[in-house]
């Protein structure tokens, strides 16, 4: 087997302007966060799309699996005060 040499795989997540959510652009390698985050700005804010950048090393990410949905979100359904139908949304509040 060959020696991988590809640096290390990083997500990138994009707010489009201050107080947006961050939204998952893509990925990048990069050998550290400072790189990362260029490597980030050069390739998915090129045309000015971005406000701030956030970098994360993919081996951090955890995912669920999918083939658990059932077993793993099933608990939540009985729990109805976790609905935002019981709260009431403060006047001037955005992007909640």
Known sequence: MA??????????????????HH????????????MALQNARDIYTR?????????????YVTASNPDDADMFFDPANDKIYRHPTFYVMPEGAKQI
Do not use: C, Y
Not at 7 to 19: H, P, T, Y
């Open 3 to 20: 020696n991988d040499t590809q640096l290390d795989l990083w997500e990138v997540f994009i707010q489009s302007r201050a107080g947006n």
């Open 47 to 59: 045309r000015n799309e971005g406000s701030s950048i956030w970098v994360v090393p993919a081996k």
């Open 23 to 34: 939204i998952h652009a893509g990925s990048v390698h990069a050998s550290d966060r400072q």
